[in-house]
T-cell receptor
Framework: QKEVEQDPGPLSVPEGAIVSLNCTYSNSAFQYFMWYRQYSRKGPELLMY????GNKEDGRFTAQVDKSSKYISLFIRDSQPSDSATYLCAMGTKYNFNKFYFGSGTKLNVKP | SQTIHQWPATLVQPVGSPLSLECTVEGTSNPNLYWYRQAAGRGLQLLFYSIGIDQISSEVPQNLSASRPQDRQFILSSKKLLLSDSGFYLC???????????????FGDGTRLSIL
């Protein structure tokens, strides 16, 4: 079983839709959770960084962590064609500052 | 603000040739530095990380090596490339952890390496 599971998609939505992207994980020691956006032929760009459980909001983006279910989500409100990219989740523990576990990414396509 | 530079952006090399990919970070001191390889649909594989000059840890045994000759410079090398070394190579940095606080990683724009 992979440490982090993420549906590869592609996920196709119309412009203006609310998008929900999700990851599940198996390691209960994960406490740090990140979402990255990666455009084609570019490096991942950090979108959200959260610690432990709860919600964090930044503009149109909301990150949600449910540690009891080992499940994290990224919501995108009022999605735009410019949001079309691959979204990667990543997780880490406090026991190893240098090791993050990445999902394989979900490809999102927002149609105008 | 901090920036990270990787070059070249694209590289085509024959099997058996050497490799040198360079990464530099600006605007921060004593960063943690990382090399990843990203294969299509398989996520990011951590290859090396470094917490300081000449302090490098290898995560995956293979024919690649890394060096950190200066505080903000990280180099990925190989003496003889294999076909299986093809992929998208990403360099990343993070601020040193404080206490038990983990720090997120920030990526460069990568090098797409094709081995012929």
């Amino acid at each position: 079983q992979k440490e982090v599971e993420q549906d590869p998609g592609p996920l196709s939505v119309p412009e203006g839709a609310i998008v929900s992207l999700n990851c599940t994980y198996s390691n209960s020691a994960f406490q740090y959770f990140m979402w990255y956006r990666q455009y084609s032929r570019k490096g991942p760009e950090l979108l959200m960084y959260t610690y432990s459980s709860g919600n964090k909001e930044d503009g149109r983006f909301t990150a949600q962590v449910d540690k009891s279910s080992k499940y994290i989500s990224l919501f995108i409100r009022d999605s735009q064609p410019s949001d079309s990219a691959t979204y990667l989740c990543a997780m880490g523990t406090k026991y190893n500052f240098n090791k993050f576990y990445f999902g394989s990414g979900t490809k999102l396509n927002v149609k105008p | 603000s901090q920036t990270i530079h990787q070059w070249p952006a694209t590289l085509v090399q024959p099997v058996g040739s050497p490799l040198s990919l360079e990464c530099t970070v600006e605007g921060t001191s004593n960063p943690n530095l990382y090399w990843y390889r990203q294969a299509a649909g398989r996520g990011l594989q951590l290859l090396f990380y470094s917490i300081g000059i000449d302090q490098i840890s290898s995560e995956v045994p293979q024919n690649l090596s890394a060096s950190r000759p200066q505080d903000r410079q990280f180099i990925l090398s190989s003496k003889k490339l294999l076909l299986s070394d093809s992929g998208f190579y990403l360099c990343a940095w993070s601020a040193p952890g404080q206490g038990d606080s983990n720090q997120p990683q920030h990526f460069g724009d990568g090098t797409r390496l094709s081995i012929l």
